[in-house]
T-cell receptor, first 113, second 116 residues
Framework: EDQVTQSPEALRLQEGESSSLNCSYTVSGLRGLFWYRQDPGKGPEFLFTLYSAGEEKEKERLKATLTKKESFLHITAPKPEDSATYLCAVQRGYGGSQGNLIFGKGTKLSVKP | NAGVTQTPKFQVLKTGQSMTLQCAQDMNHEYMSWYRQDPGMGLRLIHYSVGAGITDQGEVPNGYNVSRSTTEDFPLRLLSAAPSQTSVYFC???????????????FGPGTRLTVT
């Protein structure tokens, strides 16, 4: 069964304390892996798409990496405004139901000043 | 561009009532979808559409109907509301339905629904 698991469920960091969030997946033929950020009371906001193992993408203090079994979202020197829930999703194919995304349950990140 | 818009933002229904959640996008996206988000369950796909006139079921379709008469609009209908449908509902859209890129979905702000 296709599955996406995110860990930890919650993470508390001090401002400036770097860390990583994990997204492990089991899908038959990964076509894309997506990271989203969700603030309380709002819809998910797109961050990154990764397509193949070894690929990396960066945006400000965030860097996403991808292997054949998992993806990491590295947060360098986080600030309180980075506090949010981070969601991971995978795409199994192109067109029809294969294009639908399967989401993990998310990691809730809190960054204290 | 307004992106993906949803109305209403909040709604309270009584068991057995029906209503329609509205979703519209102005990005000319072919693919649109509806999710529900519940604590501890993550985002679950209800229905999706790959273009006007084409819809299909997702993971949790029971109790919901959809139609797609235009590219821009994708309303979600609750036929007879039940307390189990208390949730936050998100509409999303993306550009491409085929090919290796363009699948990043853009989400609306959500509708918080309570059924009593």
């Amino acid at each position: 069964e296709d599955q996406v698991t995110q860990s930890p469920e919650a993470l508390r960091l001090q401002e400036g304390e770097s860390s990583s969030l994990n997204c492990s997946y089991t899908v038959s033929g990964l076509r894309g892996l997506f990271w989203y950020r969700q603030d309380p009371g709002k819809g998910p906001e797109f961050l990154f798409t990764l397509y193949s193992a070894g690929e990396e993408k960066e945006k400000e203090r965030l860097k996403a990496t991808l292997t054949k079994k998992e993806s990491f979202l590295h947060i360098t020197a986080p600030k309180p405004e980075d506090s949010a829930t981070y969601l991971c999703a995978v795409q199994r194919g192109y067109g029809g139901s294969q294009g639908n995304l399967i989401f993990g349950k998310g990691t809730k990140l809190s960054v204290k000043p | 561009n307004a992106g993906v818009t949803q109305t209403p933002k909040f709604q309270v229904l009584k068991t057995g009532q029906s209503m329609t959640l509205q979703c519209a996008q102005d990005m000319n996206h072919e693919y649109m979808s509806w999710y529900r988000q519940d604590p501890g369950m993550g985002l679950r796909l209800i229905h999706y559409s790959v273009g006007a006139g084409i819809t299909d079921q997702g993971e949790v379709p029971n109790g919901y109907n959809v139609s797609r008469s235009t590219t821009e609009d994708f309303p979600l209908r609750l036929l007879s509301a039940a307390p189990s449908q208390t949730s936050v509902y998100f509409c999303a859209s993306s550009y491409s339905k085929t090919g290796p890129s363009g699948y990043e979905q853009y989400f609306g702000p959500g509708t918080r629904l309570t059924v009593t």
